[in-house]
């Protein structure tokens, strides 16, 4: 027996059809897909990374499962991540600096270079400026001034040795001819608490954590350490804009593979998880976050971007002979 349908049902039935392959297009792997994350549950990595996985799992039809692997400086998930088949199912969201920064003042068993693909830049975190509430200044030339005025006895924070936080410090000092002196914390709330509560008056902190804290009015803003001013902080100036140029520092927030995952592979990837990254609620729970938005550029692009980090950063922690118990 031939069954005829009408035009429209006919229009339906495809429309239905194309709609029910459109996941299966967009999945690189048939099997679960394995999202490793180098830091605990809750942490800035691991929010971006569940905001993301539940709208890659509807483009690829595919369950996303979120897996927290933290410690060691993001080794142990690296080695994760390198030690699964080379299949496409096993993905890493991280930051960048787990790549460009802490192998310089970590000892890891991965090289950044060799052992890992980036894929794709999901989101991007720039660094700002900020001080106390009691400090004399309301811009970068305001602080250096003050600073100057106070030698030996100005701290700055950081929520780590041996990462952007640390390094724009220290690069300040050397530009402006300052004496700040360095202390670390175990990651941004604690050193931000200290700088909130006026303990010590300075401190580079990422946009995404800073950004609450001074619309509040809880700290002060006095330049954002990106090439463009910030779509979060549209008012404050660039530390370029400022006269230091140097000052230039944002991590991205995504997608890395194993080096032994096939480029053709890779590309897919991209696709699917740019796709995801695109869709609205996505880009407005990222947005909300405080975050800046990614996506733009191929993995060939984010290859080179990691290498040319990975250098810029090596030649400043030997210029400054940074150390990991600094």
Not at 22 to 35: C, E, F, H, N, V
Not at 167 to 185: E, R, S, T, W
């Amino acid at each position: 027996m031939t069954f005829h349908f009408s035009t429209p049902l006919r229009r339906t039935l495809c429309a239905a059809a194309l709609t029910l392959a459109l996941p299966a297009a967009m999945a690189w792997t048939d099997k679960p897909i394995r999202m490793i994350v180098p830091a605990p549950a809750g942490g800035t990595m691991d929010v971006v990374a569940r905001i993301v996985a539940d709208q890659l799992s509807v483009e690829t039809g595919q369950p996303v499962v979120v897996e927290n692997r933290a410690g060691a400086g993001g080794a142990i998930a690296v080695q994760a991540m390198i030690a699964a088949p080379a299949d496409g199912s096993t993905i890493m969201m991280t930051a960048s600096n787990i790549l460009t920064e802490i192998p310089h003042v970590m000892k890891t068993a991965f090289d950044p270079l060799k052992d890992v693909k980036p894929v794709t830049a999901i989101a991007r975190a720039s660094m700002v400026m900020i001080g106390a509430p009691n400090v004399p200044a309301k811009d970068v030339k305001g602080v250096v001034a003050w600073v100057k005025a106070n030698p030996g006895k100005v701290n700055f924070a950081s929520y780590s040795t041996g990462t952007s936080s640390h390094y724009a410090g220290m690069i300040l000092n050397q530009k402006a001819g300052l004496d700040m002196q360095h202390v670390p914390f175990a990651g941004s709330p604690p050193a931000l608490a200290q700088v909130m509560g006026s303990q010590i008056p300075l401190m580079f902190d990422g946009l995404a954590t800073a950004r609450n804290m001074i619309t509040a009015g809880k700290v002060q803003a006095f330049g954002v350490a990106s090439k463009k001013r910030s779509q979060h902080l549209p008012n404050v100036p660039t530390l370029a804009e400022q006269g230091y140029p140097e000052l230039d520092f944002s991590n991205w927030v995504g997608i890395i593979v194993a080096a032994g995952v096939p480029t053709a592979l890779v590309e897919k990837i991209n696709t699917a998880v740019d796709k995801a990254a695109a869709a609205p609620k996505v880009r407005d729970r990222l947005l909300g976050a405080g975050f800046d938005l990614g996506g733009d550029e191929t993995a060939e692009q984010m290859a080179k971007s990691l290498r040319a980090d990975f250098e810029r950063n090596a030649g400043i922690v030997k210029t400054f002979d940074i150390k990991i118990n600094q």
